[in-house]
């Protein structure tokens, strides 16, 4: 099973790494000497030089130093305005399963959404294509491989407390129609288990999003659910 990439080793706190690793973005390869500003002294240079080496994000080729493949993905995050990494939204996978008039619904115990009903989700991992996570939340609710699979639509859902977004859900909702046998699961993060369609339309607890991807399977649509939610 893949997962994300660590970014334990990766630290971008100073402007000399910082600088290297914007020049390798958007010059390509390049030899120590055009890579070494001017005025930086050699025994510091190396340094942060070996630092970027260590933590696997550059590594010397033919043509110079390069940015590695963790390197690239780092510098995808990395604002060349602010000159810093960025807090950005995850890629979402998030499931809608159905099997006939039951609904596969999540009820996790962590804020900010404890005692809310969700779509069952998980972060898209790098590496990913789109079956590998959906069938990765399929095993982590202890459903069968018994299951089709079909993009409902995209999703992009702010969640918002005293008026301040705290969490977003950007991602793609997959209509997952389960032909095997109906299991609840409970963990330490939170509970899995059925309800009926309308059992979930009628509740005051149910996320937007929910109700939204239920709707989309009567009427089908290719236009986004693209919304902000409170709760409060």
Not at 12 to 17: E, V
Not at 19 to 26: T, V, Y
Not at 166 to 182: A, D, E, F, K, T
Request: glycine share 6%; aromatic share 8%; with cysteine.
């Amino acid at each position: 099973m893949k997962k994300n990439l660590s970014t334990t080793d990766v630290d971008l706190s100073h402007h000399i790494q910082r600088d290297i690793i914007i020049r390798l973005r958007q010059q390509g390869g390049a030899p120590y000497q055009a890579l070494k500003p001017d005025g930086v002294e050699g025994n510091a240079f190396n340094y942060h030089l070996r630092s970027l080496k260590k933590a696997k994000l550059i590594a010397l080729t033919d043509d110079g130093y390069n940015l590695t493949g963790i390197g690239q993905l780092v510098s995808d995050a990395f604002s060349y305005d602010s000159k810093r990494l960025m807090l950005r939204p995850h890629m979402y996978t998030m499931l809608l399963v159905t099997a006939g008039d039951a609904v596969l619904v999540y009820a996790p115990v962590r804020q900010p959404t404890a005692g809310w009903f969700c779509l069952p989700s998980g972060k898209l991992h790098y590496e990913d294509s789109f079956e590998d996570s959906i069938c990765r939340e399929v095993q982590r609710r202890n459903l069968s491989n018994e299951y089709t699979a079909t993009q409902l639509c995209a999703v992009n859902v702010r969640y918002k407390q005293a008026g301040e977004v705290i969490m977003q859900r950007p991602g793609v909702i997959w209509h997952v129609i389960y032909s095997g046998h109906l299991v609840d699961r409970q963990t330490d993060s939170g509970s899995t288990f059925w309800m009926t369609r309308q059992e979930l339309l009628d509740s005051p607890r149910v996320l937007p999003d929910v109700t939204e991807a239920l709707k989309r399977v009567v009427n089908p649509s290719p236009t986004p659910i693209d919304l902000e939610w409170s709760l409060d």
